[in-house]
């Protein structure tokens, strides 16, 4: 399964942007997926998971601004970011949340830079 991700781009602090998550070559209908960042100079983290069935869960540091959802009609995973900080700048990707069916070729992710 392929993933692409896009949405990004620039914002000024307190905005929003919404991400996108397509998937081809498979379906994602039925799984575990999440968001991922990566900071400059950081570690990649997981900031938002959507299970099967629709439930999430979400990062202390994005919990009450993002809302991770589904539209499995369409293969497609978003991320509604609002009241965004400079802090949520990095690369975006989507990806399984599960290890052992996580793509291990992230790709480009798409770019997230908020401005203060």
């Known amino acids: 399964v392929q993933l692409q991700a896009s949405g990004g781009g620039l914002v000024q602090a307190g905005g929003s942007l919404r991400l996108a998550c397509t998937a081809s070559?498979?379906?994602?209908?039925?799984?575990?997926m999440g968001w991922y960042r990566q900071a400059p100079g950081k570690q990649r983290e997981l900031v938002a998971t959507v299970t099967g069935l629709g439930s999430t869960n979400y990062s202390n540091s994005v919990k009450g601004r993002f809302t991770i959802s589904r539209d499995n009609a369409k293969n497609t995973i978003y991320l509604q970011m609002n009241s965004l900080k400079p802090g949520d700048t990095g690369v975006y990707y989507c990806?399984?949340?599960?290890?052992?069916?996580?793509?291990?070729?992230w790709g480009q992710g798409t770019q997230v830079t908020v401005s203060s």
């Open positions: 990806n399984f949340v599960s290890p052992s069916k996580r793509n291990p070729y």
């Open positions: 070559g498979g379906t994602i209908r039925v799984e575990h």
